[in-house]
């Protein structure tokens, strides 16, 4: 922590649509602000720009790329669905440097299937899994079941309802993914064990943050047992108010140093730049990754903060090292000799 340049300067891109509600866009407002006050803090000198129209590349056109490094938090351009990574290929073009990874993974981690087959191709486990178009599904035999939308990202269409049992709610369940999504479904056999969130950062040296567990203790019916839309991103719902995060994951030394492994590689296998979280479940002595986060959210309260706050990283210092990552990139404010990452 003690080599973290802090004068770097900073843009801070960050969403705000004018759909959402008040209270929705007052909490996006207050997450911002905090992470912006605890760079300043450090020393960096920082600017807001909030995403809040389709305009962007307007927007950043009132920039200079060499006067600052972007601290990309911006996971859409408003009214675009899935857009995230039009956000980073917009500054790609326009030749900014930015945190997290380049578009080109933030397209793949939209394309859950493609991401599957990498991990196979890696000998990483991964559930059995399949890609249904239609409802008609009876080549599929293993029960529990997980349905996804194949080409979502944030839990968007994952509930109690995604965990099925049998023919008929899986036949159920594509069936909703391909009418309310509009998109194939992806079908995995459903790792009822223990979930664990796995975050790393670095390029060339990549190092694996203390793991957070969610715990699904509290939850004794199967269709709880996994982190919704709603755990995710709705206080007060019932199933963000009954898991618990613990950080860090009590493992022991043989199976973190096994977690460990499978995360450095699956961040390496999917080219994860800066940092990013890898989703693993652990049954019978196997750890299976189910997802993989490039640019993962990094807001106080999430798994990311508070593992690098166990390895002693206040809130601005877990930025700051986000934007010393993205400098070495920076044909300004990289280090002498350093080569782009």
């Known amino acids: ?14 969403n705000m649509n004018r759909e959402w509600t008040a209270e929705e866009s007052r909490v996006a407002e207050e997450d911002v602000a905090i992470l912006g006050d605890a760079l300043s803090a450090l020393g960096h000198d920082v600017e807001l720009l909030a995403v809040d129209d ?3 590349e307007e927007r950043l056109e009132s920039f200079n790329p060499r006067d600052r490094i972007v601290f990309n938090w911006c996971e859409e351009i408003p009214g675009v669905p899935r857009s995230e990574p039009e956000v980073a290929s917009t500054m790609e073009r326009l030749g900014f440097v930015f945190t997290g990874s380049p578009s080109s993974v933030l397209t793949l981690a939209y394309d859950k299937p493609q991401v599957k087959r990498i991990l196979e191709e890696w000998n990483l486990p991964t559930p059995p899994w399949a890609v249904f178009r239609s409802a008609e599904a009876d080549e599929w035999d293993i029960y529990p079941a997980i349905v996804k939308a194949a080409h979502e990202h944030c839990s968007i269409g994952i509930s109690p309802d995604s965990v099925v049992t ?3 709610e899986l036949k159920s369940r594509i069936a909703y993914i391909l009418d309310r999504h509009r998109q194939p479904a992806l079908v995995e056999e459903f790792i009822d064990g223990r979930e664990f969130h796995v975050s790393a950062w670095g390029n060339g040296k990549v190092n694996v943050l203390p793991v957070a567990e969610m715990d699904y203790g509290e939850l004794t019916d199967i269709h709880d047992r996994l982190f919704t839309y709603d755990a995710k991103y709705v206080p007060g719902s019932r199933l963000y108010e009954r898991i618990d995060l613990r950080v860090p994951a009590d493992l022991d030394p043989e199976a973190r140093a096994a977690l460990e492994t499978i995360v450095l590689a699956s961040y390496g296998a999917t080219g994860c730049r800066d940092y990013g979280r890898i989703d693993v479940r652990y049954r019978d002595g196997i750890f299976y990754i189910i997802d993989v986060n490039p640019n ?6 999430t798994s990311l903060s508070y593992a690098a706050a166990e390895e ?4 601005g210092e877990l930025g700051s090292r986000i934007v010393n990552l993205a400098s070495d990139r920076h044909p300004v404010f990289q280090k002498p000799g350093t080569r782009d990452a």
């Open 54 to 56: 389709d305009r962007l």
């Open 166 to 168: 049998s023919p008929s």
């Open 296 to 301: 993962p959210d990094i807001n106080a309260e």
């Open 312 to 315: 002693g990283y206040t809130y």
């Open 1 to 14: 922590m003690n080599n973290l340049r802090r004068d770097l300067p900073v843009l801070l891109l960050h």
